[in-house]
């Protein structure tokens, strides 16, 4: 009787011992198999951030081509232009007979000024003169004021932290230029829309702006929306500045873009 009782005790102790042993071997296997799970998604995540990272750089370095262009497109239509007319009449024939024209040099000199103000708006466009002696809301209003209507009723700014906007580094408040322009030169291209606003204010404690169009909209499903050059000079620009932003716009419906610049400074 005794031999079978410890028998059966041995044969509890090896079942137990069997089924801490199979539990401790499962517990083994899933903690392998979860740890090669967490580095698989790491691994992810970090590929995904060097792509998003690359395509930023593209961007970058797309845009800055594309910049170049515009800036090479400006010069020769506009003051190479202007320059070979004056070229052209300087070198006519009849020009020594006319030189006491006051009619010619009335000409010679409206040229002249076309150059000197084309070369004054390559300039303007490259590096606002304003932003570095005013700041911010001078630069801003000089940039609508080149584009606005005669009656001023194309874009209407409504900036109530203007204390704030003015005191904002120049690589930031530079790049928030460049995006408003960016975003007026899409909705007067693409968006048909008589009225834009612009406003910027104190949302929860962060510098926000509204960029607001009553356009005709676009469908945002549709990649090619999405991953156009302006869309991606925007989006690179807010990244470079720890903005955020999201857009709300639809067929119809006009597009509204809302930033916030995540800034201590603010």
Request: with cysteine; aromatic share 4%.
């Amino acid at each position: 009787m005794q031999q079978t009782i410890g028998d059966n005790i041995f044969l509890l102790i090896i079942l137990c011992t069997g089924g801490i042993s199979l539990l401790v071997i499962s517990f083994v296997i899933l903690f392998i198999s979860n740890q090669k799970r967490l580095l698989k998604n790491r691994q992810q995540i970090h590929e995904a951030e060097m792509s998003y990272q690359k395509e930023l750089m593209r961007v970058v370095l797309q845009s800055q081509e594309e910049e170049r262009k515009r800036i090479g497109q400006d010069l020769h239509d506009d003051v190479g232009s202007s320059l070979s007319n004056l070229r052209m009449l300087i070198n006519r024939k009849d020009l020594a007979e006319q030189q006491g024209s006051g009619a010619v040099l009335a000409t010679h000199k409206l040229l002249i000024d076309k150059i000197i103000q084309d070369v004054r708006n390559i300039s303007h466009n490259l590096s606002p003169p304003a932003l570095a002696l005013f700041g911010f809301t001078v630069a801003l209003e000089e940039l609508i004021d080149s584009i606005n209507n005669e009656d001023g009723s194309l874009i209407n700014i409504i900036n109530d932290v203007e204390a704030i906007t003015d005191k904002l580094p120049y690589d930031m408040a530079l790049a928030l230029i460049r995006v408003l322009q960016e975003l007026i030169s899409n909705t007067i291209k693409h968006g048909s829309t008589k009225r834009i606003e612009i406003s910027i204010f104190i949302e929860n404690g962060l510098l926000a702006i509204q960029y607001r169009d009553e356009g005709i909209g676009y469908d945002p499903a549709n990649q090619k929306n999405r991953k156009g050059m302006g869309m991606q000079n925007i989006e690179s620009r807010l990244n470079m500045i720890n903005a955020a932003y999201t857009v709300k716009t639809a067929p119809g419906a006009g597009f509204v873009m809302f930033i916030v610049l995540n800034s201590p400074l603010v």
